[in-house]
Nanobody
Framework: VQLQASGGGLVQPGRSLRLSCAAS????????MGWYRQAPGKERELVAQ??????????NYADSVKGRFTISRDNAKNTVYLEMNSLKPEDTAVYYC???????????????WGQGTQVTVSS
């Protein structure tokens, strides 16, 4: 199983970016999917998470991004998205996606991480 993240880049304050993360491999089911970020010198923090349909489909966000970021998923494509609006310099970080995945032929889930994509917000 692999997670491939994309969509990062350099953007001016106030602008938008959309991150994508696609899971591939022998996947039976994906439970929660999420986005974390890590800024230089800081610990990795949760940005947003979305549950599966079976899990209720709920979302939760870090207080710092509420009202600006939106997480969504396309279950047919095993993909999670992060729409980031009104970006601020303090949103600059490496963004990582993760997913709780039940692999085909197994009886438990594991958490998988994407490779990270750099988001830089600067004028």
């Amino acid at each position: 199983v692999q997670l491939q993240a994309s969509g990062g880049g350099l953007v001016q304050p106030g602008r938008s970016l959309r991150l994508s993360c696609a899971a591939s491999g022998s996947i039976f089911r994906i439970n929660a999917m999420g986005w974390y970020r890590q800024a230089p010198g800081k610990e990795r923090e949760l940005v947003a998470q979305i549950q599966s349909i079976i899990g209720g489909g709920g979302t939760n966000y870090a207080d710092s991004v509420k009202g600006r970021f939106t997480i969504s998923r396309d279950n047919a494509k095993n993909t999670v998205y992060l729409e980031m609006n009104s970006l601020k310099p303090e949103d600059t970080a490496v963004y990582y996606c993760n997913a709780d995945i039940w692999r085909t032929g197994t009886y438990s889930t594991n958490t998988y991480w994407g490779q990270g994509t750099q988001v830089t917000v600067s004028s």
